[in-house]
């Protein structure tokens, strides 16, 4: 069975720290496609990263960086020098390649708060 | 154009009413997905189209019935729902069915009465 698991539910930081969403997840799978997805309170959620199961590499998109270790199944998000617009719900996600489509699972998600 | 478009943004409806979701894209993508999400909670899948075929039925119940036109258009027709079932439902596409990159639309929130 497929679990995504974060376990802290809400965050809060003062402007400009550095914040880290921890992303725990298992799986059987060879072949997977973890995600980090962010919903602000307007309720959709934006793309924020793709990355498959063959690729360690971590990467770091402007104040963005994520670091994936497949050797303790974790795949967390750092936000450097937090901005009041980083306030939202951010989702850790995890894809199960079925027969016929693919499953995205989502962990329960981390509230950040970012305040002046 | 790389939106998927969900309409209507909001719906009130009683538990004898019938009505539906619409959602759109032209991205050219082959698969297409419904989500419901509750308050605070993560989205859950509850249906996958492929090639507009229907893929996954993550056993929801037959209240809902998921619908796909053409590769473009997924809808999502409700009757006789109860208000558990107020939520955040979301639409999302993908290029394929086995290839990561989901696009989601900004979701229809339901209210039932």
């Known amino acids: 069975a497929q679990k995504v698991t974060q376990a802290q539910t809400e965050i809060s930081v003062v402007e400009k720290e550095d914040v880290t969403l921890d992303c725990v997840y298992e799986?059987?799978?060879?072949?997977?496609?973890l995600f980090w997805y962010k919903q602000p309170p307007s309720g959709e959620l934006v793309f924020l990263i793709r990355r498959n199961s063959f690729d360690e590499q971590n990467e770091i998109s402007g104040r963005y960086s994520w670091n994936f270790q497949k050797s303790t199944s974790s795949f967390n998000f750092t936000i450097t020098a937090s901005q009041v617009v980083d306030s939202a719900v951010y989702f850790c996600?995890?894809?199960?390649?079925?027969?016929?489509?693919?499953?995205?699972?989502f962990g329960t998600g981390t509230r950040l708060q970012v305040t002046l | 154009d790389t939106e998927v478009t969900q309409t209507p943004k909001h719906l009130v409806m009683g538990m004898t009413n019938k009505k539906s979701l619409k959602c759109e894209q032209h991205?050219?993508?082959?698969?297409m997905y419904w989500y419901k999400q509750k308050a605070k909670k993560p989205p859950e899948l509850m249906f996958v189209y492929s090639y507009e075929k229907l893929s996954i039925n993550e056993s929801v119940p037959s209240r809902f019935s998921p619908e796909c036109p053409n590769s473009s258009l997924l809808n999502l027709h409700l009757h006789a729902l109860q208000p558990e079932d107020s939520a955040l439902y979301l639409c999302a596409s993908s290029p394929g069915p086995w290839v990561g990159g989901y696009t989601f639309g900004s979701g229809t929130r339901l209210t039932v009465v």
């Open positions: 991205m050219g993508h082959r698969a």
């Open positions: 996600a995890l894809t199960r390649l079925t027969g016929t489509a693919s499953k995205l699972t």
């Open positions: 799986t059987r799978d060879t072949t997977y496609y």
